[in-house]
């Protein structure tokens, strides 16, 4: 069964530190999205992206965030300066369609700023 | 009002038992339903989505209500690996998705 996979599991950064984290979503999946949950939190919205371009962010995507789909395969989220409120874990997850199309997740990276 | 609501619970039964969760949404305008299940530090898994018509996987049943924006999760004869978290999960008025909270079931022997 196609899944969505992430790398690294778990990244661990000093602050200030910049940060990639990477997704390989289901390949014949066009729509792509992050999420991040902190500890304890509901899983919240940072990103969708269409066509290689955002399609619409939320509050947290300031501009110390940036996605990227650099080929065919990688989406990547990148935290240019990490903060200790940025500690989470980041979601990545793909979808056949936007709207009402089911988006499935990958497992995970675990972000800790130190 | 929270834009996607629920207990959190925790639901502790045991085997085989009926439980059912509930949710409540804000925004009149969603579109798509889901369940999702997410065990502890893992990622959500699409339980299944849910439509105006209700509609039951094997041991789950799920109903919406649009005029009370309401959402219901029923699992009849609970197995221990139902344990989790259950997620209520919203879209708004694009395909970004909200989440509530959880609700955690704890199912005992």
């Known amino acids: 069964e196609p899944e969505v996979t992430q790398t690294p599991s778990h990244q661990v950064t000093q602050m200030g530190q910049e940060v990639i984290l990477r997704c390989v979503p289901i390949?014949?999946?066009?729509?792509f999205y992050w999420y991040r949950q902190i500890l304890g939190q509901k899983v919240e919205f940072l990103v969708s992206f269409y066509n290689n371009e955002i399609s619409e962010k939320s509050e947290i995507f300031d501009d110390q965030f940036s996605v990227e789909r650099p080929d065919g395969s990688n989406f990547t989220l990148k935290i240019r300066s990490t903060k200790l409120e940025d500690s989470a874990m980041y979601f990545c997850a793909s979808s056949g369609g936007g709207g009402t199309y089911e988006q499935y997740f990958g497992p995970g990276t675990r972000l800790t700023v130190t | 009002r929270k834009e996607v609501e629920q207990d959190p619970g925790p639901f502790n039964v045991p085997e085989g038992a009926t439980v059912a969760f509930n949710c409540t949404y804000s925004n009149s305008a969603s579109q798509s339903f889901f369940w999702y299940r997410q065990d502890c530090r893992k990622e959500p898994k699409l339980l299944m989505s849910?439509?105006?018509s209700g509609n039951e996987d094997g041991r789950f049943t799920a109903q919406l209500n649009r005029a009370s924006q309401y959402i219901s999760l029923l699992i009849r004869d609970s197995k221990l690996s139902d344990s989790a978290t259950y997620l209520c999960v919203v879209n708004g008025d694009t395909d970004k998705l909200i989440f509530g909270t959880g609700t955690r079931l704890q199912v005992f022997p």
């Open positions: 849910v439509y105006s």
């Open positions: 390949s014949n999946h066009l729509y």
